[in-house]
């Protein structure tokens, strides 16, 4: 069996309450990885791993993951920053309450998921969204 590290590692060091089940884990052992600080619980049902990145704990705690240039950024891609999170949500979401400064959260909102994992859309999504959301991406 695999270890809930590995398995985490391999979903972008991100996971809810039922991927955690699905791996083996308890609501007890939950607790107590929380506890020990080797999970960090961002909202209800859904942890990360301590050393995540920033902006991954912060779009995960929005109820999305990074998209666009966020994404980019994140997977190694040298372009700008445009100042602002962006986060992939289905279109059936809500806006979680304490978004703080919405101009600070650009929302893409979609019916379909993009490929990915639960950190990040892939680098082929992100390019796609980023070229109808500010054009060609600024590089750094």
């Known amino acids: 069996m695999m270890s809930w590290q ?12 039922r ?13 107590m990885f929380v506890s020990y600080g080797l999970l960090v619980r961002v909202r209800v049902g859904w942890y990360v791993t301590p050393g995540v990145d920033a902006a991954v704990r912060e779009a995960v705690r929005l109820g999305g993951r990074l998209a666009c240039l966020s994404a980019l950024r994140h997977r190694g891609a040298p372009v700008g920053d445009d100042g602002r999170l962006h986060i992939e949500l289905p279109a059936h979401a809500v806006r979680r309450p304490g978004a703080g400064d919405p101009s600070a959260v650009k929302v893409h909102w979609t019916r379909r998921p993009s490929s990915g994992d639960r950190a990040t859309v892939d680098i082929a999504a992100a390019w796609r969204v980023a070229r109808t959301c500010v054009g060609t991406p600024p590089c750094r």
């Open 6 to 17: 590995m398995a985490m590692g391999r979903a972008g060091h991100v996971a809810s309450t």
């Open 19 to 31: 991927d955690l089940r699905r791996i083996g884990l308890s609501d007890v052992d939950v607790r």
